[in-house]
């Protein structure tokens, strides 16, 4: 099974507290407070791992850049999109390209 399919069905059977613990330890891999798109709402709300949590919830509206394929997790989860904060998270991203057939990466 593909690397993020089998990541996010085995994540969903995992309890809360297990969870919370990958999704912090995660977070530490993050880049995205390298990136021109990140600003100064989303360091002071500790927003990150946009890809895993969803897009950005109070502070990222503009595309400026995306240090996504820079990224260890990118890499680790075989990811296919970017931009996670403005546009959704790696499994919001898949299901509309699946509908939509939409050409965002
Ligand atoms: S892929 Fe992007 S959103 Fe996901 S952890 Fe890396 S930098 Fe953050
Ligand atoms: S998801 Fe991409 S565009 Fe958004 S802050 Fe992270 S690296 Fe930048």
New binding site residues.
């Given amino acids: 099974m593909e690397v993020y399919n089998k990541f996010a069905r085995d994540f969903k059977k995992l309890p809360i507290e297990e969870q919370e613990k990958i999704i912090e330890e995660q977070k530490k891999k ?9 600003n100064k709402c ?1 360091i002071v709300e500790r ?2 791992l ?2 895993m949590i969803g897009r ?1 919830f109070l502070c ?1 509206s503009f ?6 394929d ?2 260890a997790i990118e890499k680790e989860f075989q990811l296919k999109y ?5 546009r959704s998270d790696e499994k919001g991203q898949r299901y509309l390209n699946s509908v939509w057939g939409s050409t965002m990466v």
């Fill in positions: 993050c880049i995205c407070p390298t990136c021109p798109s990140y989303a927003e990150k946009f890809c950005s990222i595309e400026e850049g995306c240090k996504c820079e990224c970017k931009y996670f904060c403005t």
